[in-house]
């Protein structure tokens, strides 16, 4: 019906069973952990986006490594 994995669901349910009763409860994309500024962030995917237009683009794993290799 939602299209959401049973695991999501319980893990939802766990933190909200767990949490106080005014606590707010976060799920999901975490900003604070984010590696690249929002410049940096559109930078990289405009370069993907070329290299697809010329027909060079990279495969989802190759994506990551670019990413990993960027980070280090």
């Known amino acids: 019906m939602f299209d959401l994995c049973h695991d999501?669901?319980?893990r939802y349910?766990?933190?909200k069973e767990n949490a106080l009763e005014n606590e707010a409860i976060l799920m999901?994309?975490?900003p604070a952990t984010?590696?690249?500024n929002d410049d940096q962030e559109a930078e990289?995917?405009?370069?993907?986006?070329q290299?697809?237009?010329?027909?060079y683009g990279l495969s989802p794993?190759?994506?990551r490594r670019l990413a990993y290799d960027l980070t280090v």
């Open 28 to 30: 999901g994309y975490n």
């Open 13 to 15: 349910k766990r933190k």
């Open 34 to 36: 984010k590696i690249f």
């Open 61 to 63: 794993k190759q994506v």
């Open 44 to 49: 990289i995917v405009n370069y993907l986006i």
């Open 8 to 10: 999501s669901h319980m």
């Open 51 to 55: 290299t697809a237009d010329i027909h």
